[in-house]
């Protein structure tokens, strides 16, 4: 057999077993999203019982709507700001690393350490260490900590493979031209890896958004959604989580999509309308 | 020295003074010391690793060298940062910004001296039209062939008229027919600019053609500067004479000295070279020395004082000359080129004497490592 006819036999098994985890992926995301359509008299399995728009509608105007609201504010508020930390912290600790500064390799694999940390023992340690210190703990104040701790290492990686393809050759050409330090990265530097930036922030939105264990024992009596949803659950299910669960993802789909919009028009824009 | 014990020269485009950089243990520039008149066009040639980049990146203020002193137009600004050095560079591979237009790749300087926008549009009509990429105005790098972007990048290193230009092997990138005509449109803005070149090259053509001023570097140091002609007819080390084509490097030992010439005994048998402005050697010492291929005459008479009997081996034909490669004794290889008009004369195989006149032999000033 020619080695292009196997390597065509091997892009389709690859390409089986890509869509087979794809399926994977979302079938249980399907399932809930089926779910939340089901009628009044629906459980929260299969059989579905009808189909209707009740659990939204219930959730709009039921009072349990009014429970999530304030930890869904507050999710939202903290992963905003944990990706903007992120952001700016690891497009700093990125930079840092491109100047092979003394000790960097350690430096290095402290930061990756956060990564292989169990969670939970991360959160509970935090929680043991403030309370020791007397601090109170609060979703925007030590959970917040904790999820750019957490965030961080992902940011930092997504931008260190961003540098590392950046040529230092075109802000030394800005130097050159006349440009200070800080021009040369706001009008070279920044354009160029902003698709990184981007990756981060998302990186650092929903790492933050969706992180439960690190926030248990760190956010104190005001929780965020995945402590609502969890508690909730415990209690009683309905499928008005489902529904919730639904417009989440739903959110986080439209601001994805947004942004690959950007990504694909900014590629475009490199690579130059055709004349 | 401090700067304050050396005179400083307004007149001079740039000074460097025993210029020294280290990355770690190794040394990259030794010494180099260099000064360039006003609007000069100088060529640093030297084989690759010799430290070319990192003298140009030092005058660029990219590297801080570890010693020396560089003055740009009379002033010291070796702790200045490359954006108050009156200069602009040139990159190896362009460094072109691949977010942005040529037009506006080219304004970039420009803007950064905060000239007003219409000021800006204008002039970099200007250049374009003068670069003849007039048309190539709205294109970005990625939709550009390896000619445009060499023109775009010496469009956007010469719009702020810089005292100095530094370019890093500027055509080494474009194919060789182009080369000459790119060649012949540098040296000519050059002149007209005043702007001083600082050109650097492996291509010793590139070199000798287009330099007022060689330098020949080797091992991080200077090994001989000076006019092309000058570098060309009298290699000062083995390592120049052995760099530039055509020569033919003779180690030997030091004989006695009559009449400012020296005797140098070699596996090809005693010569005698003159010492012109050298130190006469002390007898028996290393040296080495060379002539030029096409400087050696076939079949010579007797008033020719160096003789060397050899054999032909192979016979190139280059079109402007032909360069016969010969063997002779202890297996010494020598070169030489005949006018390519001429009808052949020597065969492969044949032996043969060749002599050359005693000024033809350049005797070198250190002595073989
Ligand atoms: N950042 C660096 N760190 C360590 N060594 C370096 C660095 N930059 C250059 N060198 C070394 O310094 C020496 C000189 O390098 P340089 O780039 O100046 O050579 P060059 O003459 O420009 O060669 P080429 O013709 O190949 O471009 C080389 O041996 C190189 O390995
Ligand atoms: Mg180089």
Redesign the pocket.
Known sequence: MHWKTRSRLTGWLLGTVTIGFLLFQWAPMFTMFTLSFSGENGGTTFPMNGVSLHWYRNLWEADLFDDFKPPMLRSFLLALACSATTVVLSVCAAQAMRGRFRGNGLYFYLLLLGLMAPGILVGFGFAILTRLLGIEGAWNTTAYVVHVSWALPFGFLTMLAVFNRFDPKLEEAALTLGATRLTAFRRITWPLILPGVIGTALFGFSLSYDEYARTLFTSGSDGTLPLAVMAQLDRQLTPELYAIGTATTAMSLIVISLCAIGFWLRARALRGSPT | MTLADVPVIPQLDLELRHIRKR??D?V?VNDVSLQVGKGQFICLL?P????????LRCVAGLEEPDAGDILIGGREVTGEPPWKRDIAMMFQDFALFPHMTVAKQVGFGLEMLKKPKAQIAARVAEVLKAFEIGHLAERRPAQLSGGQKQRVALARAMVTEPRILLLD?PIGALDYSLRETVMLELKTLQKRSGISFIW?T?DQNEAFSLGDHVVV?NHARIEQQGRPDEVLSRPRTAFVAGFIQGNNVLEGKAGLVRDGVLEVMTALGTFRVPLLDLAPPAAGSALSFSVRAERLIERPGEDVPNRIALRCITVEYFGAFRRHVLEGAGGTVVKYDQFGALPQSIREGENIVLGWSLDNGVLHRAPPA
């Open positions: 990355y770690g190794f990259a030297g690759s690793g010799c430290g070319k980049t990192t003298t092997e650097v492996h570097m």
